[in-house]
C-alpha cells in the first residue's frame, strides 16, 4: 500500500466502528492524518487508537454529535486547526431502529433521521467552507442499498439512506464548479455491530439473494471510499457505487 493520502486532512464520522473504523484505518495506513468522530463508545475509540499504531499516518479521536451544529463544527474546526483546511470527508455516522411502519414509534422515526441525515447537513455545510478556499476537496457520503430497492422493515431507515444518496446528487452539481467531488457509497449486507443484531435466516436469506454468495466486510467498503477519494476517481462526482456483492 502506497501513500496516496499523505499530507491529507480526513474527517470520518462514526468512525470508531463498522465501516468507519475500516475507512478511518485505510486512510491513515496511506499516510492520512485523519480525525474520528464518535458518540458514546469509548472502548471501541480506544480499540481504534491501539490498532492505529504504527500507521503512516496518524489518527485523532474526537467526541461529537454531528447530528446538530455545533457538534459539527467543532470536529471540523479540530480537524482543519493545523492546517486551516479540510481534503476530506466522509459521512459514516448511522442507527438502525428497524420496525414496521404501522407499529414503528415517532421517536424512532426521529431518531434514525436525525442520526442518519442531519449529519449531511451540518458536516458539509461547515466542511465544504474549508475545502471552498482551496477549490478541491471530496466529500463522500455512506449510504445503503435499502437507500436504493428499499427494505421492509426499514422504511425510516430506507428512507434516510435514500435521502443520503440525493443530497449526494445534489450537492455534487452545486460544488463540482468549485473542483469539489460528492460521492455516495451504498453498502449492502456488511459484518458490523449493526448487522449482528439480524437473525440468523435473515442473514442466510440475504447472502443467498447476492451474485457473491457471502457477507461482505467493513475493509471492502473502505477500499470503494478510499477509491473515490483518490486522484483515480477525479473525473467521477454525483455518483453513488454500488458495494454489495451483487444483491441489487
Not at 94 to 102: K, N, T, W
Request: glycine fraction near 12%; proline fraction near 1%.
Amino acid at each position: 500500500m502506497g501513500l496516496e493520502f499523505e499530507d491529507k486532512i480526513v474527517v470520518v464520522t462514526g468512525g470508531t466502528r463498522g465501516i468507519g473504523r475500516a475507512v478511518s484505518l485505510r486512510f491513515a495506513a496511506a499516510g492520512a492524518t485523519v480525525f474520528a468522530a464518535y458518540l458514546n463508545n469509548d472502548q471501541a475509540a480506544d480499540k481504534l487508537l491501539q490498532d492505529a499504531a504504527g500507521l503512516a499516518g496518524s489518527i485523532t479521536i474526537i467526541k461529537a454529535d454531528v447530528s446538530i451544529s455545533t457538534g459539527a463544527t467543532a470536529l471540523i474546526d479540530a480537524a482543519a486547526a493545523a492546517t486551516g483546511h479540510l481534503d476530506i470527508l466522509v459521512n459514516n455516522a448511522g442507527i438502525i431502529r428497524d420496525g414496521f411502519l404501522a407499529m414503528m414509534a415517532e421517536d424512532d422515526w426521529d431518531a434514525v433521521l436525525r442520526t442518519n441525515l442531519s449529519p449531511l447537513f451540518h458536516c458539509c455545510k461547515w466542511g465544504v467552507r474549508k475545502m471552498m478556499a482551496r477549490r478541491s476537496g471530496v466529500i463522500i457520503n455512506v449510504s445503503s442499498i435499502s437507500g436504493i430497492a428499499g427494505a421492509a422493515g426499514q422504511t425510516n431507515y430506507a428512507a434516510s439512506k435514500g435521502a443520503a444518496i440525493s443530497f449526494t446528487k445534489s450537492l455534487a452539481r452545486e460544488l463540482g464548479p468549485m473542483g469539489i467531488r460528492v460521492n455516495a457509497v451504498a453498502a449492502g449486507l456488511i459484518e458490523t455491530e449493526m448487522t449482528a443484531g439480524l437473525k440468523q435466516d435473515q442473514v442466510e436469506r440475504i447472502v443467498k439473494s447476492s451474485a457473491l454468495g457471502r457477507i461482505g466486510q467493513p475493509e471492502e467498503v473502505a477500499e470503494a471510499v478510499a477509491f473515490l477519494a483518490s486522484a483515480s476517481a477525479g473525473y467521477v462526482t454525483g455518483q453513488c457505487l454500488v458495494v454489495d456483492g451483487g444483491i441489487l
